[in-house]
Each structure stands twice: as C-alpha cells, then as structure tokens.
C-alpha cells in the first residue's frame, strides 16, 4: 500500500477546518463578532484541522509501516 501524504491531509483538514469555521462564523444563528474575532477563529480552526488531519496520516503511515513489516517476516 502506498504511503498517504502528510502535507497533502494537512492542507485538505485547513480547507475543511476553514471551510467549518466560515459556517459558523456566519451562520444567521450566531451572533454578531468583530472582525478580529472572526478572523482568530478562522485561524485556529484551520490550524487546528490541518494538525489533525496530519497527524491522522501519519498515524495510518505509522499502523501501516508497522504492519506490512510484521507480515513479511
């Protein structure tokens, strides 16, 4: 099995992390933030997306290594 790329998760977690924190940033139920609010929001949660979609591939690549190697022997 081919290794999945760590960069590659990293960058589609701070799209699906951006894309979540627009919606509820703007969403008609919420209410009205300043715009450094806003924009500290859209940060930490692409942020923090990114680094669990990251870690997340490189855990499976981790699981997979580890088991591929134990199979072979």
């Known amino acids: ?3 999945w790329s760590i960069m ?3 960058a589609y977690g701070g799209a699906i992390g951006l894309a979540a924190a627009l ?3 703007f969403a008609p139920w ?3 933030q300043s ?3 806003i ?3 859209l940060i930490a949660a692409t942020l923090a997306f990114a680094l ?3 870690l997340a591939a490189a855990l499976r690549n981790f ?3 580890r088991l591929t190697r134990s199979e072979s022997r």
Request: include cysteine; aromatic fraction near 0%; hydrophobic fraction near 40%.
């Open 52 to 54: 669990l979609c990251g």
């Open 63 to 65: 699981i997979q290594r």
């Open 35 to 37: 715009g450094s609010a």
């Open 30 to 32: 919420s209410d009205t």
């Open 39 to 41: 924009a500290k929001e």
């Open 8 to 10: 590659r998760a990293a």
């Open 1 to 3: 099995m081919q290794a």
């Open 23 to 25: 919606v509820k940033s």
